[in-house]
């Protein structure tokens, strides 16, 4: 292939490139062993593929679907690396072959393992993607602990925000930091359980943004 790329005229090979590397991000979107429903697997890769960070934080790795997703759309871009913070990463090594020259892997707890990420990512972060703990303790130890660390109008993105104990922790720390803005829920897909919790519906899915306004 390289050598019909190489004697193709140039806005042809430029085409065929280009739909090479969709091919492979789609793959990613299609396939990853992620935990997330097709609309966020999509909205994943197209917010990053168009915010275009340089240094993102993935707060909850398991299996690295997420990883993967994101990886792909470094791909496009060409720039961007990972950290990933995970206490018990399960990732199928032909999986991390595929994202290693981006993603750097940290066995630890969040918010504990945050300051290590940020030593590995070379400064702040401009992209958080938070997929960890589920309880609302946890989501605010998280946004707590990776606030100090982010580059100035960074985004924060969280997944199963339509879970009443991360959809709460996030109303809670949107009121209490002035400096977060909140830019809406956007996939409502979900995923319902047939039980309530504490007063609450179970309901998984959802992908919600905020961006740091601070200095």
Known sequence: MAQLFRHLPHPRRRHLLQQSADESGWNAVRDAPALMLPPER???????????????????????????????????????????????PVIDPQ???????????????????????????????????????????????????????????????FHDSHYWQIGQAIDEAVTDNPSLVDCGTLSRATANEDRTESGHAVVWGGLRLLRYAGA
């Open 42 to 88: 999509v909205l994943l890769y197209a917010i990053v593929r168009g915010l275009q960070p340089r240094r993102l934080l993935e707060i909850g790795t398991h299996k690295g679907g997420s990883t993967l997703i994101i990886c792909a759309a470094l791909d496009e871009i060409g720039d961007g690396l990972v950290a990933c913070i995970d206490p018990n």
């Open 95 to 157: 999986d991390w072959e595929r994202v290693a020259h981006r993603a750097t892997m940290i066995v630890g707890s969040s918010p504990d393992a945050i300051g290590g990420a940020a030593d590995v990512a070379g400064g702040g972060f401009d992209f958080v993607l938070i997929d960890g703990d589920h309880e609302y303790k946890g989501v605010r130890r998280d946004i707590d602990g990776v606030l100090p660390r982010l580059a100035p109008d960074s985004y924060l993105l």
